[in-house]
């Protein structure tokens, strides 16, 4: 390593010797065995044996993490790189070029990032810009409670557009990142017609409850239900359509199940009544604004980019049915990416033609918390939510307007998917948003979530994690 060392100087003597530590490390005994033997390693000037770190390194998903870099040149060029591979085996990248400071470190929490998939100043930039190493994936955690996302963050000498087996890091570390906190129980709920999966915080309760409802892609999706449970809710994640014995295809809106559903949820002993909490998206948030409107028993509902009128399914309610407005489906629009823009298969709500058709949003009795992609690619949520609010008391509704968002604003540990693949669809949809501007909507949105919650059914369980 020594006369090698002569040869070169500055980043390539530096590259070099990182480069043999970590191959004469990775021998091990074998390397021993062929002659490498300790002394090639303590021959290396300390400062060459450069380190990754993640801080905590297990934590939940939504929360931040600390990511050091230590042992570099002053000055040196890198790459940091993030991984993760999901249960469906589709891989999820985010790299970030860095020189190190003076002291031959790289903190993306002080330091800006001049290239990659970020730049700036982001700490959580390499969690938040994710991207799937195959168009069109959606990065969602499937298995919520057993096991966490493991990202692996790894450091590369100089500019790494392409990592590839031949490219060996300076050095790498492992982050779990958790979608329920420790003590958070997962109970499946089949009970009457109810299907979902009930979350419940550690210790006795009561906690105050909350059902979490998604949209048009049917099935049941868990990983926001756990995030709220481990900051102390009982959560009921619910499907109402494409899951278990459920209609494969939602056909209509029968506000009887959701009721069915609420009263479950309120009659478990370690919930707090007597009201509840709703946090829904798109058909789900369409649903959560009629559940606000006939059922007292929700007090507080999160309203993220839906609508407020029916569209394509009526509702039905005891005596009661709303008819929906058609989808205009002759106007969905191909991009040049092969996907399907459909922001105008929604007629304008303001038609007169079709006011039988809105959520009469009057009669909501609790709280409603509306938030708004304003770059929003699905449908034009800003508007519904104006017309909803328009029907409403000042009083009983608040406006959170994200400039640049999409539509799928989730909790701070989603990447920006601004186009998916989903159930039912012959092609993938178009959802919107700038990655930088959506990140910081999806930061600031979940505290505010969190507080409107806590405000309006009490405070949640103190949990330490």
């Known amino acids: ?41 303590t021959s290396i000037p300390r400062y060459t044996m450069v380190e990754v770190t993640v801080t905590p390194q297990s934590s939940l998903a939504d929360r931040p993490v600390q990511i050091r870099v230590r042992g570099l040149s002053p000055s040196q060029l890198v790459t940091l790189r993030a991984s993760l591979t999901d ?104 009970e009457g017609r109810v299907r979902g999966a009930l979350f419940l915080p550690p210790g006795p309760g009561p906690f105050p409850g909350v059902i979490d409802l998604f949209g048009g892609a049917g099935g049941l999706i868990e990983f926001r239900a756990g995030l709220l449970a481990s900051r102390g809710f009982a959560v009921l994640a619910l499907a109402f359509f494409a899951y278990d014995d459920l209609p494969r295809a939602l056909v209509q809106l029968d506000l009887e199940y959701f009721e069915e559903a609420a009263e479950l949820l309120l009659r478990h002993p370690k919930v707090r009544g007597p009201g509840l909490g709703v946090v829904s998206v798109s058909k789900g948030a369409e649903v959560a604004l009629a ?38 489906t002759e106007r969905m629009v191909l991009t040049e990416v092969g996907a399907l823009d459909n922001s105008a298969v929604f007629a304008d709500p303001r038609d007169p033609a079709y006011s039988a058709s809105a959520i009469p949003t009057e009669k909501i009795q609790g709280k409603v918390l509306f938030v708004v992609g304003e770059a929003d690619r699905s449908l034009n949520s800003k508007l519904f939510a104006e017309l909803a609010m328009a029907r409403m008391s000042p009083a009983s509704c608040r406006l959170l307007s994200y400039p640049g968002a999409g539509h799928l604003i989730e909790p701070p540990s989603s990447p920006l998917c601004s186009i998916s693949s989903i159930r039912g669809s012959p092609r993938p949809l178009l959802w919107g948003g700038e990655a930088q501007a959506h990140a910081k909507a999806q930061e600031h949105s979940w505290q505010e979530i969190i507080q409107f919650l806590e405000l309006h059914l009490g405070p949640a369980a103190t949990m330490k994690l």
């Open 291 to 328: 559940m606000a409107t006939f059922l007292p028993q929700v007090v507080a509902t999160v309203w993220i980019n839906g609508t407020a009128f029916l569209y394509g399914n009526p509702l039905v309610y005891k005596d009661l049915h709303i008819p929906p407005i058609p989808y205009l």
């Open 87 to 190: 249960e469906q085996g589709e891989r999820f990248q985010a790299r970030a070029f860095f020189r190190a400071d003076e002291a031959g470190e790289v903190d993306p929490g002080l330091h800006a990032a001049l290239g990659g998939s970020y730049t700036g100043v982001w700490p959580m930039g390499l969690f938040w810009f994710l991207q799937p190493d195959t168009l069109f994936r959606r990065l969602v955690k499937r298995d919520v409670a057993g096991s966490p996302f493991l990202v692996r963050l790894e450091v590369f000498d100089g500019v790494c557009l392409l990592t590839g087996p031949q490219d060996q890091p300076l050095a790498f570390c492992e982050a779990e990142r958790w979608y329920v906190g420790p003590g958070v129980q997962r109970v499946p709920i089949r």
């Open 1 to 41: 390593v020594a006369a090698s060392l002569a040869q070169v100087s500055g980043q390539e003597a530096f590259a070099l010797a990182a480069s043999r530590v970590n191959y004469y490390q990775g021998l091990g005994n074998r390397g021993a065995q062929m002659g490498y033997s300790g002394v090639m390693l």
